[in-house]
């Protein structure tokens, strides 16, 4: 499952940093979301917590990143 959100690669892991972190930890909203580098190009959605349960159930709410 891949959880839509509206930010962009640039937003979670900077073009501009020097050094990059393997995992990162977003918040939006209600919810936190951790992100795993698997490499240059691509991440994953590694956990979602979130009191919403529609964040977990609704297809509506799933999209690609």
């Known amino acids: 499952m891949i959880h839509y959100t ?3 690669q640039q937003e979670i ?3 501009d940093q020097e050094v990059y ?3 990162v930890m977003i918040k939006q909203g209600n919810s936190v979301y951790y992100f795993d580098r698997l490499n240059e190009q691509d991440y994953r959605v590694a956990q979602i ?3 919403n ?4 159930m ?5 999209d690609m990143l």
């Open 6 to 8: 509206p930010l962009h």
């Open 13 to 15: 892991f900077p073009i």
């Open 21 to 23: 972190q393997n995992q």
């Open 49 to 51: 917590i979130s009191t």
């Open 53 to 56: 349960p529609y964040d977990y």
């Open 58 to 62: 609704q297809h509506d709410h799933i």
